[in-house]
């Protein structure tokens, strides 16, 4: 089994920054690919940023410019550093594994879990 477990919302004046964690437990061998995503209230769940196939990553265009991705395989962590935050960047913000090596960026494709960080910007 593998837990992730997301740290580092919080509230956030519009222009501000956060960096997000996710730490990975148990079976994480078996977690290839990790990414980010969000949902805000009354939305889907989006795609944020996640790796490509061939070793890059890839940001939503609406975060682009402003949030970067990265990862510590040596600690089990994914990081998600967000600057200019904006309160459109509002939601909560989960991070997602999953046991294959192809990079996806629809929900669908992840089976592994966190149970979200709350990140709040104000205007």
């Known amino acids: 089994q593998v837990q992730l477990v997301e740290s580092g919302g919080g509230l956030v004046q519009a222009g501000g920054s956060l960096r997000l964690s996710c730490a990975a437990s148990?079976?994480?061998?078996?977690?290839?690919?990790m990414a980010w995503f969000r949902q805000a209230p009354g939305k889907e769940r989006e795609f944020v940023a996640g790796?490509?196939?061939?070793?890059?990553?890839v940001i939503a265009p609406s975060v682009m410019g402003r949030f970067t991705i990265s990862r510590d395989n040596a600690k089990n962590t994914l990081y998600l550093q967000m600057n200019s935050l904006k309160p459109e960047d509002t939601a909560v913000y989960y991070c997602?594994?999953?046991?294959?090596?192809?990079?996806?960026?629809?929900?669908?494709?992840?089976?592994?879990w966190g149970q979200g960080t709350q990140v709040t910007v104000s205007s």
């Open positions: 790796p490509t196939n061939n070793a890059g990553t």
């Open positions: 148990g079976r994480t061998a078996g977690v290839y690919v």
């Open positions: 997602a594994g999953r046991p294959y090596t192809v990079a996806l960026t629809a929900p669908s494709g992840y089976q592994y």
